[in-house]
């Protein structure tokens, strides 16, 4: 690492993630004006009314809009109508409707700055965002404006909307839960930022491979420029990784040495909905730092200055796409430091132009921090303020746990973060010093309240003992937060009883809560089921925005429930959801599907916990029963078509087997003359943030089936029920909660709960009992996906095995139940007056789960925050 180190630095205390020195950086979000004797703002620069005259307004109507894009085509593109295709005018449109968001941005901005209101800082490594034409649009309440200029233009606004690539900065429903949060935020007129990272390449595209195995692609969603970012070249922070530390007076340390990597902002605008308040997603990207090779060069070792800035470039390049797990990787370390480094950076900067003392810094900024990724953010800020702002160790102590909180989302040993110390102490020596310095001050008091427990002790340490120990960053986050959340009733009741037991014991439960995940209403039915959304505006007899953001107003519908005129348009509509979704996958992979079927859906990631093994076994057994049926039987049984989309881990060995054995299931089953009318089976590849706006609308049924108690929340089934689709689900995650308001007659529950788990897994291990025993149905299936009846039998034994042997996922326990429910399923489907009933009910009952309420939870019990109206 010796080339990249600026000998200038060399054993002086360096200012880590300075802000650049220029006045202009000043002005971008921290500017407070200066006032003239009589107390009225003195304009900053120039004459005032050449500017005012200068400044941009909102283009409003049809023939502002055209202009506007036109100018976008004729200048930023440098095109005319005579070679514009869809690509190009959507670019025009979306630049031209950035132009309005950042009226609104600039709006925003400036009244944070003048009213410096106390804001919250949403740190998330992934930010799902989709697409975002559409959706700002709708917030923006121009599309109907929009879409009569780009008629004009001789374009088609929905297909413009198609060309937009999505933004995949996530794996899935952590990363949606985020964009969710910033929607919310933004269309409640809370000062909110995001915090992520820009990766070049997002999560990877799907391909399925001749037999059937998932094959993954790069994402090069930054191909074409991307009209939704503002890059800031202007705000740069250098990152320090490596170097030494040395420890001087009691607690402080100086840092130096090793290798700076510049941090550089790119802003994406979040628009509220209906209102002006448009927040700000800050996204990191890395480049190595100018002239910081200089001295490489000069020895003539080129090739180690190249490789110096690209491991500098490399840091930002790719999301990893692993849901669930980890891995500890050395790279995806760097990530999280950089991002949490640079937005602590950016966060103080901007605290300290309010000029107040750094010990209010907690009256006016909150820091969520979603799971454990950026928990680092709790000894950096223990770093600068004990380091370079010389605030004594127990001050900052207190500063740092008032401002951060933690979420976690999943009890599962295998996704809980643990880094190797060896690693850190290279990579992060200052910060593992601090955090050797809080872990003692931290076990002495737990010693003092539990004496002798020297058990307790191990189990709460920051350090794992071992070879090698390792850093447990769940515990790190709970210490230096003032709350902790689980994201569902039952997953935060868990995270109290098993993972922070002893920490509730020490500090008291009131520490240790709930937010229950929501979804946003504006992409969740306005957008993604407009027909939907105008059926229950009619009904209703109030506008769409009264119910987008009150979704409680949706209550309303009930009264409709029994009109069968309400009825039939409702069932349209579904109707006309599954025929959209029908032209979609013709129209992308060719298929024909039977859209007077029933839809059963199963999308999100693929993971042994979420048991979509236990979903297509259950296929496959209806399948066998199906056949075995004379054909008489068989023209009375009503058709279904079975959905799964979602992408598996690329190391994931075990869930990737199971989409090939979906994929070769579908083969077999769609081609098999005698139930191809009445059973049909498709992976959709590369499930997308627009894919499932496409399918969730079209569903009847959807399955959330996995293992009591380990599912935290589940975001997918609260977007199918707002959808009105019914569930079929274990008594897990948000589950629960969907059923309590809906009520559990509309809702398929089976299988054991979260209590009997442990002793069922136990019993497994020390008495197993053969599957031909436990449960013949499933037996039989096994055996005929063994015997190749889908294809070479012997591909698959390693997925079956995990079922024969262990079962730790309890497919054996729960599929007698689970079959059991699907036959209830289609009885209820039979009756489609009550199920039409059933499904209007679930709608109308799902005012709990906007994320607008989750949002407001975390304002009023968390961050503290006020709504500030922008004028
Ligand atoms: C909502 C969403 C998820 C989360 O799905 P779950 O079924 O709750 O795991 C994942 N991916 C995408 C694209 C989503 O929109």
């Known amino acids: 690492m010796t080339s990249t180190i600026d000998p200038s630095t060399i054993g002086k205390p360096t200012k880590q993630a300075k802000a650049s020195p220029r006045r202009h950086v000043r002005s971008l979000t921290g500017f407070t004006p200066e006032k003239d004797a009589s107390g009225k703002e003195k304009w900053p620069i120039g004459d005032e009314k050449v500017w005012k005259e200068g400044i941009p307004g909102l283009t409003q109507d049809t023939p502002e809009i055209t202009k506007s894009v036109v100018h976008h085509v004729h200048t930023s593109l440098a095109r005319q109508a005579y070679n514009l295709d869809n690509l190009g005018a959507y670019q025009a449109a979306a630049l031209s409707v950035r132009d309005n968001l950042l009226v609104n941005w600039n709006d925003t901005q400036l009244q944070y700055s003048r009213k410096t209101p106390k804001r919250a800082y949403y740190l998330s490594l992934e930010f799902l965002m989709g697409r975002t034409l559409d959706n ?22 929905e297909d413009l909307i198609d060309q937009e690539r999505d933004a995949g900065l996530g794996n899935g429903g952590l990363g949606r839960l985020a964009a969710c949060y910033l929607d919310s935020s933004a269309s409640q007129e809370l000062p909110v930022w995001g915090y992520g990272l820009r990766y070049k390449y997002g999560i990877f595209q799907q391909h399925i491979g001749p037999d059937g195995s998932q094959l993954e692609a790069p994402d090069p969603w930054l191909e074409h420029d991307n009209p939704w ?3 800031r070249t202007d705000v740069t922070y250098q990152i320090r990784f490596y170097g030494h530390s040395e420890r001087f007076e009691g607690n402080k340390g100086i840092w130096s040495g090793g290798q700076e990597v510049l941090a550089i902002a790119y802003d994406v605008p979040i628009p509220g909905y209906e209102t002006k308040t448009t927040n700000n997603l800050r996204l990191w990207e890395s480049r190595p730092k100018r002239g910081f090779d200089l001295q490489s060069f000069n020895a003539g070792d080129y090739e180690r200055a190249v490789e110096a800035s690209n491991s500098a470039e490399a840091i930002t390049s790719v999301l990893y796409p692993n849901d669930h797990t980890t891995f500890g990787k050395e790279l995806r370390l760097k990530q999280q430091y950089f991002w949490t480094a640079a937005s602590l950076a950016d966060i103080i900067r901007r605290f300290k132009n309010t000029d107040k ?35 004594p160790w127990d001050q900052a102590w207190q500063i740092t746990t008032n401002t951060f909180f933690y979420t976690n989302h999943t009890v599962l040993p295998e996704a809980l973060e643990k880094w190797p110390i060896p690693l850190l102490e290279n990579l992060l020596p200052r910060h593992l010093q601090i955090i050797y310095d809080i872990n003692l001050e931290f076990l002495q008091a737990v010693d003092k309240k539990f004496p002798g427990d020297k058990e307790k002790l191990a189990r709460m340490s920051l350090i794992e003992e071992g070879f090698p120990k390792n850093l447990r960053m769940a515990n790190l986050a709970c210490i230096g937060s003032r709350k902790v959340n689980g994201v569902a009733e039952l997953h935060s009741e868990l995270v109290r009883e098993t993972i922070m037991k002893d920490f509730v014991d020490f500090y008291g439960v009131s ?17 993604c089921n407009p027909g939907l959304s105008n059926l229950i505006s009619e009904t209703l007899k109030i506008p769409k925005a009264v119910f987008l953001k009150d979704l409680y107003k949706l209550e309303g519908l009930l009264e409709f429930v029994d009109n069968p005129a309400f009825q039939k348009k409702w069932a349209a509509v579904k109707q006309s959801n599954k025929e959209r979704l029908a032209k979609h996958v013709e ?32 296929v496959i057994h209806r399948y066998l029963t199906l056949k075995d049926l004379s054909p008489a039987e068989r023209k009375k049984v009503n058709p279904k078509v079975v959905f799964f989309a979602g992408k598996a881990a690329p190391g994931y060995y075990i869930a990737k087997l199971t989409i090939r054995l979906i994929v070769n299931v579908a083969r077999v089953i769609n081609n098999d003359p005698d139930t191809k009318d009445i059973l049909s089976l498709y992976f959709l590849p590369d499930y997308s943030v627009s894919l499932a706006e496409v399918l969730i609308p079209a569903s009847d049924i959807s399955q959330h089936i996995s293992t009591a108690g380990t599912e935290a929340s589940g975001t997918s089934n609260m977007k199918f029920c707002l959808n009105g689709g019914l569930l079929v689900g274990t008594v897990d995650g948000a589950n629960i909660e969907i059923a309590e308001e809906v009520g559990e007659s509309n809702v398929f529950f ?17 008495h197993p009992v053969p599957i031909e ?72 009952k799902m005012g709990k789960f906007s994320s607008d309420r989750a949002i407001q939870d975390y304002a009023q019990e968390y961050w503290n925050i006020e709504s500030t109206k922008v004028e």
């Open 136 to 157: 700002a649009l709708l917030n923006l309440g121009l599309k109907d404006k929009y879409q009569d200029g780009i008629t004009k233009l001789g374009f088609n606004l």
């Open 357 to 391: 003392p750094l010990t209010e810094f907690p009256e006016y900024v909150s820091i969520q921090l979603n799971d454990t990724h950026p928990t680092l953010a709790i000894p950096e800020l223990m770093r600068i303020l004990v380091d370079e702002e010389d605030v």
């Open 587 to 618: 129209a992308t992979l060719g298929l024909k599907i039977n859209t007077r079927a029933m839809f059963d859906v199963q999308i999100k990631r693929l993971h042994e916990y979420k048991r979509q093994t236990l979903n297509i076994m259950g």
């Open 511 to 527: 520490k240790f809560s709930n937010v229950t995940n929501g979804i946003t209403p504006r992409r969740w039915l306005d957008q």
């Open 773 to 844: 025993q436990k449960c013949p149905p499933l037996a039989r299936v096994l055996n005929e996906v063994s015997s190749g009846r889908f294809g070479d039998g012997g591909v698959y034994e390693p997925l079956l095995n995990t079922i024969r042997q262990h079962d730790y996922y309890l497919l054996t326990e729960d599929f007698d139940s689970y079959i059991r429910a699907l036959e209830l399923v289609d009885e209820a489907y039979q009756d489609r007056t009550e199920w039409i009933k059933k499904s209007i009910r679930t709608t109308a």
């Open 229 to 231: 970012e503002l890059a």
């Open 750 to 766: 089976f299988g054991h709960l979260t209590p009997a788990v442990e002793d069922l897994r136990y019993q497994h291990m020390y």
